[in-house]
């Protein structure tokens, strides 16, 4: 019946394609009509129910695609691989287990554990196990605080970066005397692939390194960590470093922790419930992540994406690379290894979908040329991103943005260890992009010198022009470290923080409450604060002039931030650089180049407030910038 009815409409309605899929041949099949441009449009109807994952294969330019879920029920791309309940062993009264290899899984589903750049790199290639719909946690010590969602860490007394490949730690017997027992009693030294995840001599960026020896004395633990050829590692430089050992088998202590040993394939679980109420159900409980891509729609033309789920992917849940004239509408997107959404191209729509549960960034939406102007126009709106960094904790945001007049509306963007959004600057050029009416709230509590909404101008601090924040609110980001760390909340948290020299921002009419700092100015020029109101801060606006002192090679005549702005200057589109930003033009010839000038805050309000601002009136005469008509109320 299914294939009559695909027939009929191929054949007495050549203009469109209609397919109705209620399983995975139909999907597979459905998949391959997409190649046929002479059709108008293409529409594919996933009626409630799980199917495999999927690469789309429509590349045409001149026809449509409509891919949704139809019915009251999910209709579920899925990457994950389901272990049968009746797989699984009692081990113990606590904890089961279940010979991976016995059920379809390879050595490549399950990754292995990596290292890699302390700041960009999401360090992210093992599977996940999912358990009710949750990620669970990869065995570890010191366990989360299952109860408040919270992670807990242990301390290095002292550590080293030696020269070559190895960097060394210390804990004391002294100092942390269960913690050196535990180690001992519980044998980190002979587990099969034992690694530990740390911040090491920063509380902005965290790194997982292998655990290549443990040496005991009587006085001090001493692990020694291998860091990989090409890895890039800030070293133990600082004391007080925090850290969890993690895949450690000795570990599975707690409700949701596993470990896979990759030599035998058994995994070892700690369900949160008793495995005799569900080992009897209909219903798979658990699942692991295995496709690298659950739903891959890359290069899609004229297609809209809609009413689906998509989840368990070992890296992205969905792939939408190079797209065009592209709509996500609807899309719930859980359970990714790495990313939720990642999605970069010309005139796209993301709406109305969500993301949770990832490994890494929530939502990578980029787009555009902003050196050449073109591209980009594109519109994420009215979207929620919510605990993302569950495995990488620092720079991997629920927002990161990027590229050439984009717009980002009414977005709720939630509960991550560092940065809410991150974008522009060194993470990725930003021209003419818009934020508007969007939420960014309780982000930023594990770490320190970042902020909710962050930009860094390491690369671009005086190209990224014309960007606009207007009607955001920026709420509850706050540095919550407890115990010991390397810089501890004194490095400072601020709810939007435009980091080394950021320039040409138009920040109006937002709401900053209950931050540690509400916004941070870092020596950048050409800034505008206005109409914004500051509740509950313990400092409304941080301003420093960096670029005159510690952060001065940078700006100087020969410094990277004026050659950025030259090489536009002196490009293709240069005139028009010029004629949109007159103020970059006269920057060679600038006698304050490292100076913040031409920065206004003005017309903002503040209450329950330590201060309005650190820098005093002398400073910012001296520096060019106006700070006037700032009440408090």
Known sequence: MKLTFFLYSMLFRASAIIFEVHNNADLSQANKM????????????????????????NLCDSSSIVFEGVGDEPSII???????????????????????????????????????????????????????????????????????????????DNGTQANGDNTSLTILSSTQPDLVQRIIDNDWASESDPWIHSYTSFDWTDEYLKIDSVAVDDTQQEITLRVPEGSVSYGYVGDDARFYGVNLLREVDQINEYHIDLTTGKLTFYPPVPFNTWKDSDIDAASMTAAKVAMDASNAKNAVFRNLVITGAREICLNALGV??????????????HDGISIDGDNYVLINSETRNTGCVGVRALGGDPANFSGGHNRVENNTMSRNALWKRTY??????????????????????????????????????????????????????????????????????????????????????????????????????????????LFDNNTFENCDTGVLLGGGRDNHFSNNHFSNNSLAIHFDNRGMNWENAACLNNGTYLAEVNELLAGDLGSEWKERYPEMVSLSEEDRLCTPVDNIIENNTYTGCENFMDASDDDINSWGSTVVNNNEI
């Open 34 to 57: 997409l190649a046929d441009c002479s059709s108008s449009s293409h529409t594919i109807r996933l009626h409630p129910g799980t199917y495999e994952s999927i690469v789309i294969s």
């Open 396 to 505: 991997m945001p629920g927002l990161e943005f990027g590229g050439y007049a984009n717009e980002y509306i009414g977005n709720h963007v939630s509960d991550g260890p560092h940065n809410c959004a991150t974008g522009g600057g060194n993470t990725h050029f930003t021209v003419e992009t818009k934020f508007t009416g969007n939420t960014f709230e309780n982000c930023a509590y594990e770490a320190s010198d970042t902020g909710g909404f962050y930009s860094c101008g390491q690369s671009g601090a005086w190209t990224n022009r014309g960007n606009v924040a207007t009607l955001n609110t920026f709420s509850n980001i706050k540095c919550k470290i407890e115990g010991r760390s390397v810089q501890g909340c004194g490095g400072g948290v601020s709810g939007a923080y435009l980091d080394d020299q950021m320039s040409g921002w």
């Open 324 to 337: 065009t004239n592209v709509t996500v509408d609807n899309v719930k997107v859980v359970n990714c290894g």
């Open 78 to 156: 899925s990457g994950a691989k389901s272990i049968p309940n009746s797989a699984w062993i009692q081990e113990s009264e606590k904890l089961i287990s279940v010979n991976l290899y016995d059920y379809n899984f390879t050595a490549d589903d399950l990754g292995t554990m990596v290292t890699g750049g302390a700041v960009s790199d999401c360090q992210h290639n093992k599977t996940d196990l999912i358990f009710n719909d949750e990620i669970m946690t990869l065995a570890r010590y010191p366990n989360i605080d299952v109860e408040n969602n919270t992670w807990e860490w242990v301390n290095i």
